[in-house]
């Protein structure tokens, strides 16, 4: 090695020790003919003082050094002079005095500074995402990401989970977005699509008898790519056999709780986690992913609604919507100015308006006085209505109210907005805290009102919930449950899954409810069809997100910062400069041409 020590290894103990050391020039100061250099590698940065008069020859090289050159020093360690010690440096009570000194390589002037404290433009730091990877904390992201992985094989590996890989290049899986499509040569005008996930496959490796599946998994959706998605992510996908329900969630919920309090022992976690079904969850929270750090929960009024002479409320409620909204907890002083920022943020989440009342002091609902209560402009109406109110959705004096009315989809999704809003708003996620929680129940299948036909809520290899499976052959499929479940933490969803169907006819049946033709059903997927034909067990499985996981205990915003070489909003690699044109032959080759 070209190395003994690692800058940033280099403390007290080391003091009086030789040393050699190889990094990156992350700063040179010349203080009255001495150079100063803080010299960086993996693992920290450490000072080099380079004295003309103790080693002549390697202060001629320190004279030469820029940033980001590549350097090797051999040197002594020695105690900083009383005074100027950096307690801001993990080894600022330590300094290096060097006898010799090796450029190893040049650096060209890097297109922003190697540190963690500047703002650099992101399409800049994608474009030389080399440099922006030396940052110390874009290290300390793949670190924690190499350790979430590593504790995921090894709990898995414990409970006797085998790790197996599945192919890139298979036939279109139907998770529900678009696949990416790769052109074969040897049968021109066919394609393989690549994986949205490893779904058919960890299936069929049930059947054949691996009963304990799972895989860092690489999946591909061709999606728009909507706020902080790639076009490519990791999933830890998992495939049990023999298991039901309450064995997935157990599993995971140990995997999820061990991997939290053993990596980022500071965050919080609320033991066990609790369980919503997807009704309770929407009704209490409008979301199938609530952020439960706060509280905020909602309450139907459609029937306070129709009390007043608001004609928004009633032509909502006349075409089937409903009136739903929350509380605010000590928040009933908002100005004028404050409402209309509420009511952008509702116009900016597609809500048509937001309604409220602010509650002013008093010391009981039942106290409240006439004058103490101001309500939105729409609402005229008795105190004694906004008492009823303010007990319907748990508001107390002091408190304001927000309410919506729309269609129930679109309510509670508006609210759900508002709610999300108001948290950020007043600071109410403590990013400390790692809210974890299950959804079950999800329906089975959701009507897609635009193209008329049915889709399966989470994928079509979901079972129905336990006895209703007799409902498919009704009329309303939407009130049949799935055994489906997702793991969701501080309002983003983190892992789906489901116990699956394992037999041909019900599988064949669900199929047909999706609208796919027969001949279509055998063409896509008589392969697991006939597999479950050969004595399939019954089975079930999970798929949690990697990048998203690690961008939570890494406090980071975006999973970008967590993926060495991400793409952009719009699917770029900036630094390849992918995707890209190909040569004409390349197209040939393949059979195929570009429509002008
Ligand atoms: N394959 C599913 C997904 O990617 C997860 C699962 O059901 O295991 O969402």
Same mark, same amino acid.
């Given at each position: 090695m070209l190395k003994t020590t690692n800058c940033g290894d280099l403390g007290e103990e080391q003091i009086g020790s030789q040393t050699t050391l190889a990094g990156w020039v992350s700063r040179r100061r010349d203080h009255g003919g001495i150079i100063f250099v803080d010299l960086r590698d993996r693992t920290g940065v450490v000072q080099v003082v380079f004295n003309p008069e103790l080693a002549p020859e390697a202060y001629q090289v320190a004279d030469q050094l820029r940033a980001e050159w590549v350097l090797q020093v051999q040197g002594t360690v020695q105690r900083r002079p009383p005074g100027s010690e950096n307690p801001a440096m993990a080894t600022g009570t330590v300094e290096v005095i060097p006898h010799a000194a090796t450029i190893l390589n040049s650096s060209l002037t #890097? =297109?922003? %500074?190697? !540190?963690? +404290?500047v703002e650099v433009d992101e399409s800049l730091r994608l474009r030389y995402r080399y440099l922006d990877l030396r940052r110390p904390k874009m290290y300390r992201n793949l670190v924690l990401r190499h350790k979430v992985v590593k504790y995921i094989r090894d709990f898995l590996d414990a409970r006797e989970f085998l790790e197996i890989e599945t192919p890139i290049l298979i036939k279109s899986t139907p998770e529900g977005a678009r696949d990416f499509l790769v052109p074969s040569r040897m049968q021109k005008g066919s394609f393989y699509a690549l994986p949205q996930s490893p779904q058919q496959l960890k299936q069929l490796l049930m059947v054949s008898g691996v009963e304990r599946y799972f895989q860092i998994a690489r999946c591909f959706r061709d999606e728009d790519l909507r706020a902080d998605r790639q076009p490519e992510f990791t999933q830890l996908d998992l495939e049990m056999s023999f298991a039901d329900e309450e064995d997935i969630l157990q599993l995971t919920e140990e995997l999820y709780t061990g991997l939290v309090e053993s990596l980022t022992p500071e965050k919080t976690l609320v033991k066990p986690f609790p369980r919503l079904t997807y009704d309770e969850a929407m009704e209490r %929270?409008? @979301? +199938?992913? #609530? +952020?439960?750090?706060f509280g905020m929960e909602m309450a139907d009024a459609t029937d306070l609604a129709l009390e007043t002479e608001f004609r928004v409320f009633h032509s909502v409620i006349q075409a089937g919507g409903i009136v739903k909204g929350f509380a605010v907890k000590g928040?009933?002083?908002? !100005?004028g100015s404050n409402m209309r920022e509420l009511e952008q943020a509702a116009k900016d989440a597609g809500a048509a308006g937001l309604s409220h009342l602010r509650l002013g002091q008093a010391s009981s609902i039942e106290a409240?006085? $006439?004058? /103490?209560v101001q309500l939105s402009p729409g609402l005229r109406m008795p105190v004694e209505w906004s008492r009823r109110m303010a007990q319907r959705v748990g508001a107390g004096p002091g408190d304001l109210i927000l309410l919506m009315a729309g269609p129930a989809k679109q309510a509670n999704l508006w609210l759900s907005a508002m709610r999300t809003y108001m948290g950020e708003r007043l600071g109410?996620?403590? =990013?400390? /805290?790692?809210t974890f929680a299950f959804i079950t129940e999800f329906p089975l299948f959701e009507w897609d009102e635009e193209h008329q036909r049915w889709h399966s809520s989470h994928h079509p290899f979901t079972s129905p919930a !336990?006895? $209703? $499976? &007799?409902?498919? &052959?009704? $009329?309303?499929? @939407?009130?049949i449950k799935s055994k489906a479940y997702d793991l969701v933490c501080n309002g983003a969803e983190l892992a789906s899954g489901s116990i699956r169907i394992h037999r041909r006819e019900l599988q064949e049946k669900i199929f047909t409810i999706l609208g796919y033709p027969k001949e279509e059903i055998v063409a896509r997927f008589g392969h697991i069809l006939e597999a479950f034909e050969y004595g399939a067990p019954p089975h079930g499985g999970i798929a949690p997100g990697i990048d998203r996981l690690v961008a939570m205990l890494a406090g980071s915003s975006s999973i970008r910062e967590v993926i060495a070489f991400p793409k952009t909003q719009t699917g770029a690699d900036l630094l390849f400069g992918s995707p890209a044109p190909v040569a004409p032959d390349q197209l040939q080759e393949l059979g195929l041409g570009l429509l002008e």
């Open positions: #890097p =297109p922003f %500074y190697i !540190t963690d +404290d %929270y409008g @979301s +199938d992913k #609530p +952020d439960l750090r928040q009933g002083h908002y !100005t409240l006085e $006439e004058e /103490a109410l996620g403590d =990013p400390n /805290a790692m !336990t006895g $209703e $499976e &007799d409902l498919l &052959d009704g $009329e309303d499929l @939407s009130r």
